[in-house]
């Protein structure tokens, strides 16, 4: 039973470029959401997708969005990249609800992206 | 801002129970009280949640104060491999509006020597 996988798993882009990461939840999961993760840093929450809908969303720009596809994959893009934006990408994925009990979310090991 | 305050680092002796501690006294009465680790260079890895009884898995054990306002992650026999940044997490279930999201602190590094 495959986990949370990501790609690319690296990734190097320049100032105002534009970069699309990519999720497959764990088989079964509805309900996907993104990180990011500065070095040395705990992970920050970016936004949420259940239904192919961002449900929540953390403080970043608008530069950042996002998709769920009808297989509950998702996407993460982001626009006219910053040197700020170098950071850990991490992909978490979870059942939305079952059986009363609240459930976790499972982390992917990421996207490094590197912004020169 | 996390709910959380844990200790930034602790150590312990391989072999031994591994008591990492944390308090949210703020915490509300549907919040859920979520414990996940990070190896370096890996994604988090989820350990265990609970609600308001202790609760144990095949990783560890999570007590709860009863009135919530702390609890401590029990790793009973700690390796070299439980060496790693442990976040205490406390957040709202899925099905509320703003819940399910994650907001992460610090954590403690914990450090498991030979």
């Known amino acids: 039973d495959a986990g949370v996988t990501q790609s690319p798993t690296h990734l190097i882009k320049t100032r105002g470029q534009q970069v699309t990461l990519r999720c497959s939840p764990k088989s079964g999961h509805d309900t996907v959401s993104w990180y990011q993760q500065a070095l040395g840093q705990g992970p920050q929450f970016i936004f949420q997708y259940y239904e192919e809908e961002e449900r929540q969303r953390g403080n970043f720009p608008d530069r950042f969005s996002g998709h769920q596809f009808p297989n509950y994959s998702s996407e993460l893009n982001v626009n006219a990249l910053l040197l700020g934006d170098s950071a850990l990408y991490l992909c978490?994925?979870?059942?939305?609800?079952?059986?009363?009990?609240?459930?976790?979310?499972?982390f992917g090991d990421g996207t490094r992206l590197s912004i020169l | 801002d996390a709910k959380t305050t844990q200790p930034p680092s602790m150590d312990c002796a391989e072999g031994r129970a591994a008591n990492l501690p944390c308090n949210h006294s703020t915490i509300s009465g549907n919040e859920y009280v979520y414990w996940y680790r990070q190896i370096h260079s890996q994604g988090p890895q989820y350990i265990i949640h609970?609600?308001?009884n202790n609760e144990t898995n095949e990783m560890a054990s999570l007590i709860i104060t009863e009135d919530r306002k702390s609890s401590t992650l029990i790793l009973p026999h700690a390796t070299l491999r439980d060496t790693a940044v442990y976040y205490c997490i406390v957040r709202l279930p899925m099905i509320y509006n703003q819940g399910g999201k994650l907001i992460f602190g610090q954590g403690t590094e914990l450090s498991v020597k030979p």
């Open positions: 978490a994925s979870s059942l939305h609800y079952f059986r009363g009990k609240d459930q976790p979310q499972h």
């Open positions: 609970g609600l308001k």
